[in-house]
């Protein structure tokens, strides 16, 4: 799973968060703090097996590094992602800093689904379903189209 949050925005100069992006010149810390609570508590859920932060060099290396051994017991995981339903004009290796990822476990997906519409209060903020933990490769797709598939041991 992706959290996705519209509301944080680059003018090509500078960042802001904002639940208003077109009236605002910076940080609006309400909108900030609602989304940090949404963050943790998503976190903390049972439901969570491992959660990752995309920032610097984008969503492809977030999820590499979710991926490595040193995230579970010295064994690595692959993954398979499908990319269709985001926004990815910048490309997969781009700096992001509004979005995190979450490793579900998928017996309680419907749980943190629940969990994550009960605690969000922004209709902009999406919970997007990316894929699933499974082989020893990760697999990126957009839509039909392979982008990248490495095997983890080769990472």
């Not at 379903?129 to 020893?136: D, E, T």
Request: hydrophobic share 45%.
């Amino acid at each position: 799973w992706i959290l996705d949050f519209p509301m944080i925005f680059s003018d090509g100069e500078k960042w802001a968060f904002s639940k208003n992006p077109q009236a605002s010149s910076g940080f609006d810390f309400s909108a900030v703090a609602e989304v940090t609570k949404l963050v943790r508590v998503l976190a903390a859920s049972k439901a969570v097996r491992s959660s990752r932060v995309v920032g610097q060099k984008g969503l492809a290396y977030s999820l590499a590094r979710m991926c490595l051994p040193e995230n579970r017991d010295g064994q690595g995981f692959g993954c398979e992602v499908d990319v269709s339903a985001l926004n990815l004009n910048a490309g997969l290796f781009h700096d992001v800093l509004y979005r995190v990822i979450f490793a579900v476990r998928s017996d309680f997906s419907a749980d943190f689904k629940k969990l994550f519409s009960g605690f969000n209060s922004d209709a902009r903020i999406q919970l997007i379903r990316l894929g699933a933990v499974r082989g020893s490769n990760l697999k990126i797709r957009d839509g039909e189209s392979v982008q990248l598939d490495l095997p983890i041991n080769e990472m």
